[in-house]
């Protein structure tokens, strides 16, 4: 079964705290996905409850100098205990290289950017999520992931996590490279 993310939060609601940026939702699901942009639209990509990201997918699209993302979910965490999550405020100038990592061991569990069409390139915030008792290990970078105004498709395996990005702009092609920080989770 395929669902949006942002429409199960809606349908379940979502709460927010806004002194701590703290996001807390609550959905049933066993698979998220979505296109998640149209072309130098707003991006915004949250997977449902207990749900990390398990897959990214990009498309440049020439003529607008843009990208569609498509992002898939997976079950992380457990039922058991309150997951707390966090969105960070926007991690990257336009034109910037920039890399992110969750901190306190959490994963991250949605993206959002916006375009602009005076720079040719995305903003973005991601949101992460942890679960006490869950930890990260094993965290490597991968290579880049994308060449510039190409498509990709990036699957992390079973056991591993997002937990970090990296991307630089390409001042010639105005694109972005990717790369990932992967992580397993144990009990801590």
Same mark, same amino acid.
């Given at each position: ?62 003529? %607008?100098?843009?990208?569609?993302? %498509? ?9 058991? @205990? ?7 405020? @926007? ?25 602009? %069409? ?9 949101? $992460?999520? @942890?679960?006490?008792?869950? $930890?990260?290990?094993? $965290? ?8 510039? %105004? ?32 992967? $992580? ?5």
């Amino acid at each position: 079964m395929q669902l949006k993310p942002e429409i199960l939060v809606k349908k379940n609601g979502i709460i927010v705290n806004t002194c701590a940026c703290i996001v807390i939702y609550m959905t049933i699901a066993s698979m998220a996905e979505t296109r998640s942009n149209d072309p130098k639209g707003p991006m915004y990509v949250l997977c449902p409850y207990i749900q990390t990201i398990s897959s990214i997918q990009s498309t440049y699209m020439e003529e %607008e100098g843009d990208r569609l993302w %498509e992002v898939s979910c997976k079950d992380t965490y457990s039922y058991k @205990h309150i997951m707390s999550c966090y969105t960070t405020p @926007h991690v990257n100038c336009f034109k910037e290289s920039t890399t992110f990592i969750c901190p306190f061991n959490s994963i991250i569990s949605g993206m959002q950017s916006y375009f602009s %069409e005076s720079e040719k390139d995305r903003r973005w915030r991601f949101t $992460c999520c @942890h679960q006490v008792y869950f $930890c990260l290990q094993d $965290c490597v970078w991968t290579a880049y992931k994308n060449n510039p %105004e190409k498509a990709f498709k990036y699957n992390l395996q079973k056991d591993m996590y997002l937990s970090g990005l990296k991307s630089y702009y390409d001042k010639a092609t105005k694109d972005r490279r990717w790369k990932f920080m992967l $992580c397993k989770k144990r009990s801590c």
